[in-house]
């Protein structure tokens, strides 16, 4: 009886590892195959939406930020959801790293850049609250850009008027000690 459970139980995780060595294999194929995708730079298969991100991210990388903005609006519209966030998030990268590029010296053409930045950024954290790069990038674009509306906000506020003590004004009310 003994032997048979230990012969049962090596069956089991004989089984078990087979089956993921066959998946992880599966996995290999489908990275070599957009791998091939993106060595072959001219051409990106239509079928292989990861080497559309590896290109669009390629793009991001080099001088031409129009092509990449391109690609990277092409990949949100694309129906997967994870791709999609991605995106987004390097859309506003992009953006982000335009603007800062102008410097201070253009800040005329760098304003629009980190707005445009920031609403990636949201776009990213509606999909994902949890992603804490998102979350952060968009803290510095706010620090480059505060909201218009919180500035504005805070000079008109001015200082709060001072507040009448309840006691002062109730009549009848002795405040001496009795």
Known sequence: MKRRTVHLIFGATALFTGLAAGWQ???LWQAERVNAAIAAAG???ADLPEAQFAQALALSR???SEAATRAWKALIAGERADLREGARYNLGNLHLREALAHGEA???NALPLVELAKQRYRDALR???DDWEARYNLE???WLAPEIEQAAA??????EPPRERVVTTLQGVRLDLP
């Open 25 to 27: 294999t599966s996995q």
């Open 43 to 45: 051409s990106v298969d």
């Open 62 to 64: 080099g001088t031409d």
């Open 106 to 108: 253009d800040i005329a």
């Open 127 to 129: 999909e994902r609250p």
């Open 140 to 142: 510095r674009a706010l």
């Open 154 to 159: 805070a000079e008109d506020e001015g200082p």
